[in-house]
């Protein structure tokens, strides 16, 4: 009994290493930085993507190989999640994965776009963790600053990926969001200065 007792205290110290390991490695006790900003325009590289976000990684990885072979600057990376992933089936989900570039190269291989995002207002965030955390780390701080103010989420949330080293890097969320308009007040009611009726 007092083996397996023994035996059990060394399993959990084992999980609880690895755990705290883990959130420290993927930087789960890292601030969130959150600002407004403007930001464009944006031009894009990319290829589109359907299912679980978390399968973009080859895509982006896809193109920042082709934009290397061309010698395209791809130090700017990003991820644009269009559906709600609360709302609609993984298999379903759409975004787009690819490279923020300076110009936007005039042929293309089979399978890659290109778009140009407007300068607009987005609710910013900034995370030094990994990205793989960020649906729990960093979208709730973001619901909630929006929530706060009264704007509402307008658009696709983009996350812009840009790796200092092998242990380090920086994502900025891009939250585009607009002002609802204030309701109209009735017009104030005025006397009839019609003549009375006989």
């Known amino acids: 009994m007092k083996l397996l007792r023994s035996f059990l ?6 999980v609880v290493t690895i755990a705290v390991w ?3 490695y993927l930087g789960a006790f890292k601030s969130v930085d959150i600002t407004e900003t403007e930001r464009g325009p944006m031009k894009m590289i990319y290829k589109d993507h359907t299912g679980s976000y978390h399968k973009i990684v080859t895509v982006i990885e896809d193109v920042e190989k082709w934009a290397k072979s061309k010698n395209i600057d791809c130090s700017e990376s990003f991820g644009e999640y269009i559906d709600d992933a609360n709302v609609v089936e993984e298999a379903r989900l759409r975004s787009r994965g690819g490279c923020i570039v300076k110009d936007i190269p005039a042929n293309l291989p089979e399978g890659f776009k290109s778009r140009e ?29 929006l929530k706060d103010r009264q704007w509402a989420l307008d ?10 080293s092998e242990k380090a890097m920086t994502t900025t969320y891009l939250f585009p969001y607009a002002i609802p308009a204030a309701p109209a007040t009735p017009a104030a009611a005025t ?8």
């Open 22 to 24: 883990l959130f420290y």
């Open 9 to 14: 205290v060394a399993v959990l110290l084992v």
């Open 191 to 198: 006397p009839d200065s019609s003549p009375a009726q006989k």
């Open 117 to 145: 995002i407007p300068l607009r207002k987005y609710v910013q965030a900034v995370f030094e963790g990994s990205p793989g955390i960020g649906p729990i780390k960093v979208y709730p701080k973001a619901e909630t600053y």
């Open 155 to 164: 658009g696709a949330v983009i996350e812009i990926y840009v790796i200092h």
